[in-house]
Every structure is written in C-alpha cells, then in structure tokens.
C-alpha cells in the first residue's frame, strides 16, 4: 500500500509540472541594462483556462544578481500606461515602480514582474472610461463596479509560475496590497516578508490611495 501511495505521489507530481510548462513558456531573455542597473529580461506567456475558454497572458520579468540562495525582494507590478509612461498623477504606480527598481538595486538582487493587467485588469479603454466616470463624483471601485467589473479584476497566477520557474518559491514582496500577498501564496510562492511599497501621493491621489485603504484593504503605515 506505500509502495502505491508513493507511487501515485510521484506520478502527481510529474503531471503538475508537465501542466506547468504546458500553461508558462519563458519565451525569450536578454542583458537589460537600465540607469538602476544591470538587470536581464525574460519574457513569458502563459496558457490559462480550459480548452474552449483559453486565455494567452504575457508578462515580462527583470532579474537582478542571485534570487536563488535567499527570499528575493520581489515586486508585480500591473501594467499603468497613463502612470508609468505619461507620468499622470491621478495614481502613484509610477512612484511604486521606480521604489521598487530603486530598492532591487539597493539590494543587488530580486525580480520585477510587470504585468499587462491595465487598470486593475479591466483594460486601457475601459480604465479612461472609468476616468469619466470618476471626474463625475464616483471613485475607483464605484467607477469600475458600473462599468460592469469587480473592484479588481486581475488574478496573479501568472507572477507566480514565472517566480516559480526563476527558482523563487520564497519571496519578500514589495506590496501594500493583502489579497496579491494572499494570491502567490495559494498558487505556491510561500511570502516570508510583506515590505511596504510606499510614496508620497500627489494631491491629485490622495482620494484614489483613501480609496485602496477603506475599500479594497490595503495596508498602509501613515495616512
């Protein structure tokens, strides 16, 4: 009956990793150097869904020095092209990204993953939409709930089979969000450290950070 018991173990175990490699495909990798410093990028996408509802996902991952030996720092960031491209300061995720990269670098070592989750997941049109939709009294979880959305919509199983293929199943993630926390840990990222990933909001944000404190529970050390 062990013998079987193993067994059984064992064949589980190959066909979870087959499934792996089968839903994530590291799709390229190059030097990255950047004015942090000397990263590599990889590209991945991922294969999610069953058959008749696939869903294809691409992200991006900058790696920096040794993330294996120790819990790197890590960061997932959720794509913001109005924040992080055109600096707007209706957001702080421009702030957070570079935090984040400044921190890695700090350290000599850890990951950044940078999602296409535009707008909480809801996609770029619909996040100008939710825009207006703001300018008119609503805030973000309201604005994205009548356009017909969650609050959030993104899900995170793709960072943590890319963490997982980089040899990271213990991280410290640079989040004040619980639910991410919450997330890598059910698909198997084991968080030894929640580090604060802070800054100090433009006037213009200050409603859509009161926003993520009250409504969605993130964990902030002032304010």
């Known amino acids: 009956m062990n013998q079987f018991r193993d067994r ?16 994530v495909q590291q799709v390229a990798s190059a030097d990255f150097p950047t004015r942090w410093g000397q990263f590599r990028i990889y590209g991945f996408r991922g294969h999610f869904g069953s058959d008749g509802e696939r869903l294809v996902e691409e992200a991006v991952a ?8 120790a819990p790197p720092l890590v960061r997932v960031h959720s794509q913001c092209l109005t924040g992080d491209v055109f600096h707007s300061l209706r957001c702080d995720c421009r702030q957070q990204l570079e935090l984040s990269l400044s921190m890695i670098a700090a350290e000599g070592a850890g ?11 809801i996609g770029l049109m619909a996040k100008l939409q939710a825009y207006e939709l703001q300018d008119a009294g609503l805030d973000t979880v309201e604005a994205n709930e009548r356009l017909g959305f969650k609050a959030d919509q993104r899900d995170f199983t793709l960072p943590a089979e890319i963490l997982k293929s980089l040899g990271a199943n213990e991280v410290r993630l640079l989040s004040n969000n619980p639910d991410k926390v919450s997330a890598l840990e059910q698909a198997g990222v084991r968080v030894v450290e929640r580090v604060p990933c802070e800054v100090t909001p433009s006037p213009h944000a200050e409603e859509y950070l009161k926003t993520k404190k009250e409504k969605l529970g993130h964990l902030f050390t002032s304010g």
């Open 8 to 23: 059984f173990a064992l064949l589980c175990t190959r066909y979870n990793r087959d499934v792996s490699k089968q839903q």
């Open 62 to 69: 900058l790696v920096m020095g040794d993330v294996k030996s």
């Open 111 to 121: 990951i950044l993953i940078y999602e296409q989750q535009e707008g909480r997941g």
